[in-house]
């Protein structure tokens, strides 16, 4: 019996990298998934994975999309147990020259979308008593970084999000916790082929080559089973050794 069987799933961001292979490893442990993006070919990409997934577009960051979300996802599959505030941009500049534009789409994307999706499942977590939400944080968000102030700030944002959704719900049997992953997708391809960062971001790594987003999945199962009865509010870095507690 897989570890999510009979569980509902929304994993947002779910049409490329992490999202992706995290949806797939948790149709494997017998869970289904509703698969959420921004982009419409979401629902193409549920319908030809098969049986388990199903695709919903979404934008995180608007709250009509997330309550719609929400009623769909529990009329079609069920009861939402598992939340995966996984859906991220970014949009690189020097903190001195960045626009409003970009500060605020990052914000609004990671941080307000993560609440959103966060605030609307709590009413079906609650009814069932049980629910696991996991979020995806940075090492940007722990260390800082040099030209992303704007998703070092959201990342950070996530992680006091985390601690303090944590403190709120494990009343009502609904555990909180984060990764911080590194994985080779299409958001990191810049960072991983350009002359200018490759060696700054693998020299930061203890284990010196970057995940395929299938190495990162099996700690998003973790935190969505029932191992993770007694954990909540705590953070993961599954980033190859870059963060190191000192
Ligand atoms: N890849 C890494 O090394 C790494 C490192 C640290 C953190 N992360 C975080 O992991 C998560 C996944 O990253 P990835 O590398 O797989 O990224 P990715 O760019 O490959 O995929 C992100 C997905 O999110 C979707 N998305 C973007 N905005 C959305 C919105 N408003 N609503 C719904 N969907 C939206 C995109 O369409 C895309 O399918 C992100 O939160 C990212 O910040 C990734």
Redo the contacts with the bound molecule.
Sequence with gaps: MGKLEGRVAVV?????????AVAKAYVAEGAKVAM????PE?VDIAAELGEGFRGYV????QRADVESLAHDVQLDLGPIGVLVN?????RPAMLWKMTDEQWDSVI???LK?TWLCTQTVIPQMREAGWGRIIN?????GINGTIGQAN?ASA?GGILALTRSAARELAGFGIIVNAI?????????EKIRTDERFVETYLERMMIKR?AE?EEIAPTFVFLASEDTSYMTGQVLSV?GGSVVVR
């Design positions: 947002t961001g779910a049409g490329q990298g992490i999202g992706l959420v993006d921004k982009r979401i979404c934008d995180v960051s996984n859906a991220g941009i970014t609004n994307v990671h979308g995806v944080t940075s090492s940007a998703y990342k911080a992953p590194a994985a080779a997708t299409p958001m990191t970057w987003p980033d």
